[in-house]
């Protein structure tokens, strides 16, 4: 069983930047595809971005391409989101997951077993 914790959601202008972190315990990430996800109000839970479990390969949601950065660092058994340029349409509840048995796609959450409590993030305009 893995518990992940998330951290670093808050209040942030258009165009600032946030550095999510989904820290695990219980099990080490290290070898786990992992992803990002966001829900926001009335929304259904969608993809942002999603990392190999050794971090050699990287998958981004369109909306979020060349302006969020997922990384690792299987040491500190953490996994990050740096989200930068950021836009009122971000806002959302954001959440980290681990790989389940019925990992297919990234994009799937289906796939996931393992999610953490969420973190909010708020964009202003």
């Known amino acids: 069983q893995v518990q992940l914790l998330e951290s670093g959601g808050g209040l942030v202008q258009t165009g600032g930047s946030l550095r999510l972190s989904c820290t695990a315990s219980?099990?080490?990430?290290?070898?786990?595809?992992m992803g990002w996800f966001r829900q926001a109000p009335g929304k259904e839970r969608e993809f942002v971005a999603g990392?190999?479990?050794?971090?050699?390969?990287?998958y981004y949601a369109d909306s979020v391409k060349g302006r969020f950065t997922i990384s690792r660092d299987n040491a500190k058994n953490t996994v990050y989101l740096q989200m930068t340029s950021l836009k009122p349409e971000d806002t959302a509840v954001y959440y980290c997951?681990?790989?389940?048995?019925?990992?297919?796609?990234?994009?799937?959450?289906?796939?996931?077993?393992?999610w953490g409590q969420g973190t909010q993030v708020f964009v202003s305009s």
């Open positions: 219980g099990r080490t990430l290290s070898g786990v595809r």
């Open positions: 990392i190999s479990g050794y971090a050699g390969s990287t």
């Open positions: 997951a681990a790989e389940g048995k019925r990992f297919t796609v990234y994009s799937d959450y289906a796939g996931y077993d393992y």
